[in-house]
């Protein structure tokens, strides 16, 4: 009777593996994807991603697949601020709606608060005279998601974007920034998830970048090279950023 529900088990078991199989596939791909737009530049295919989970995401109505989308809206509308900013509006608007999703879910509450600090971030660069009242709560965002989970790479490497781009008039400290993207780098590489390589690049970036506002020049390149260790392809390091401190 043992051997028998064992069986019966092994069977049902497998017979959901050859269900999940293909949709796990896919968002696999999909994360590669995004991985390689980011390293790349590549825009038209990070858009092309975002659309794929959108779709996938709406079939499937599943967290982890919301909370990826989510993380691709991210990345793509900041790439379209500086080149598009009506795209970057309409993924903004989608994403706000989606994030209001998230939110439902216990186990993601760290992760929508640092994304609702981004969107708000993103909301004041569409709009800069909404920095007063949008501030703020982006500030209020990114510090209940610290009290959520403060072992959160994602919550650090936006606490270092805020107080990066910030106006120290109004709160930012380029000190502080440096301090929270160690601090995110450090967390991501102690537990890297696929849809986690392209924002640990953007971690290590954003840390470098302090360190060469704050005149640490040695360690600006240090963690530029330790990017290209991680990905030798990665090209706004490799192209941009790297060479023009070498100069």
Known sequence: ML????IVIILQLTALAGVSSPANEQLTRIQNQIYRSYITGNVPMWERSVNELERMYNNRS??????DLLLARYGFIAFS???DASKARQH???AETELEILFTHRAYQAH???LQ???LGFRISLRPLMAVSLGPRSYRAINNAMEADRNNPLVWMEMGNSRFYTPS????SKQEAQESYLRAVQLFERNMLPNHNWLYL???VGLAKSYQYLNQRQLAIDTYKKALTFEPEFKWVRDELLPGLLK
């Open 81 to 83: 601020l500086e080149n």
């Open 112 to 114: 929508a608060y640092a």
């Open 92 to 94: 903004l608007t989608k």
């Open 117 to 119: 600090g981004a969107f």
């Open 169 to 172: 008039t109004f709160g930012g």
């Open 202 to 204: 953007n971690s290590l």
């Open 3 to 6: 051997r028998f529900l064992i």
């Open 62 to 67: 599943d967290v982890g697949i919301l909370y």
